[in-house]
């Protein structure tokens, strides 16, 4: 019972003190000298840290045929290179592109410490500045190395991924993990 009325006489004499402050004292003139009080955490609100600086940073890279960069597949840190990207006809066994089919020739090697999946079919898009993004997986390419494997901590593979592409040029896309803002890479396709 004790407690209970500590906590209404702390509570009645905090409210006599927040309305004799907000008491003027009749005046109508508004005293226009700045507070002496001492600042406070809220009065650093406008320095708080919000991360505009990291949203105007590129987070994934862009590459071009030639380019090799260090990239985050997955949460693995690896390099890629990006050897090609050949528009070609319709392989067999193939149906007809949606748009165009460019084989694109990629290096990939695990520079972490665990191993790294990759595997691109069904998180890879394409996109251009008048076209908003689309899928641009297939179900594969026969020949040569399937890039779509786990690499060990130091392992490395060349081989080329067939996509499904709007048309020529635009932004190839790998997204990696669904559940992340920015691709973990992209790739500028050549307009010829």
Do not use: H
């Amino acid at each position: 019972m004790r407690r209970y009325a500590l906590r209404s006489a702390a509570l009645a004499g905090f409210a006599a003190v927040v309305l004799a402050g907000c008491s003027d004292g009749g005046d109508d003139k508004a005293d226009t000298k700045p507070s002496k009080m001492p600042p406070t955490a809220d009065a650093d609100f406008d320095k708080v840290d919000t991360g505009k600086e990291a949203e105007e940073a590129p987070s994934s890279p862009v590459l071009k045929v030639g380019e090799t960069k260090t990239v985050a597949l997955d949460g693995v840190e690896a390099s890629l290179t990006v050897k090609s990207a050949e528009y070609v006809g319709t392989p067999a066994m193939m149906e007809k592109a949606k748009g165009r089919y460019v084989l694109l020739g990629l290096t990939i090697k695990n520079t972490g410490s665990k191993p790294l999946d990759f595997s691109p079919y069904g998180v890879t898009s394409w996109e251009d500045e008048d076209t908003a993004a689309q899928d641009a997986s297939t179900l594969g390419y026969d020949e040569g190395p399937a890039l779509d494997t786990t690499y060990k901590p130091g392992q490395s593979l060349t081989g080329k991924l067939l996509l499904d592409v709007g048309r020529k040029g635009g932004t190839v896309s790998y997204a990696g993990d669904l559940m992340a803002e920015e691709p973990a890479f992209s790739v500028e396709l050549p307009e010829s």
